[in-house]
């Protein structure tokens, strides 16, 4: 082959060779762009919306269209689902108790309010076995008594004990989650157990246990759902459809109780009837929240604060609100 052939075939390929790397090069933006953002979404199995949303799928399509996956993490309660939250590892948290936000605050944590559930005060009881001898709250002087640390059910045994002129140096508080508090309730190891729906109505309706008080008079109840400054700064339009789907499916439930109540059935396995009877303690109320509507907050960090449950005085409103704005 002559040899200027050959120089003319090679600087061809060279050119041929740079136009196909600037073509990749150019590409490279746009495949990184349309790669999907994975939503980590953190939820415990009272989180009822949460949970038919993992289920029925709505969420993942709605947020499709988006680019945005879901992987779903369960925990067993409240302040680990925040503290992952806090830590990272989480981008939204499914709906916890007023009191959780209160610790993970305490605790130097870094988090955005985006939505609340309205008050459910029947919603979480203290509970005693049907033949106990413990009949006011005052009898709780002494007794071992099942809490989870930072649910809505802790604040709610000290405000009970602050009723009845007790503070937490009366009982022996047992720090115990859902499953294990259930265990203890029913294996005698506990007198009492502060626990909340839908654990609360089960255990009352197949164990035959005893409320002692409910939150009605002690406690709101209410519930938040919690995001990363990282979600909300930028997945703002994502943020609005988790925000509407969980309207949507709160109404959902509160409209089509026997229908919400056989699809949780399976997934908690629970009576039915149990479940749709726990559901109606329930608000499902979802809403944006106010600075207005966190006053509760302050009082149940002042409440905590008196008993040295944590350490310093916390002001409850020095927290983030998401407006429901998208960025």
Known sequence: MPVRLIRTLT?????LSGIVGLSLFACAPAAAES?????????QKSST?????KTNGELEKALAPLGVEIKWHEFTSGLPLVEAL????LDFSADVADT????AQAAGAKLVYVADEAASPGAEAILVPAASDIKTLGDLRGRKIAVTKAAGSHFLLLAALQKAGLTFRDISPAYLAPGDGRAAFIGGKVDAWVIWDPFLTSARLKEGSRVLADAAGLASYKRYYLASDGFVANHGDALKIVFAKLQETG?????????????????????AAAVEEA????SYAVGLVTREGLTEQQIIADAFTREGLIPAKLDASDVKIWRGEAK
């Open 251 to 271: 109404l959902w439930v509160k409209s089509h109780p026997a229908e919400a109540a056989a699809l949780l059935s399976g997934i908690w396995n629970i009576d």
């Open 100 to 103: 959780v936000p209160i610790f």
């Open 279 to 282: 559901n109606s303690h329930r």
């Open 11 to 15: 600087l061809l390929a060279r050119i």
């Open 49 to 53: 919306l949460s949970v038919i949303l």
């Open 35 to 43: 790669a999907p953002w994975i939503l980590n979404f953190g939820y």
């Open 86 to 89: 806090n830590l990272g590892h």
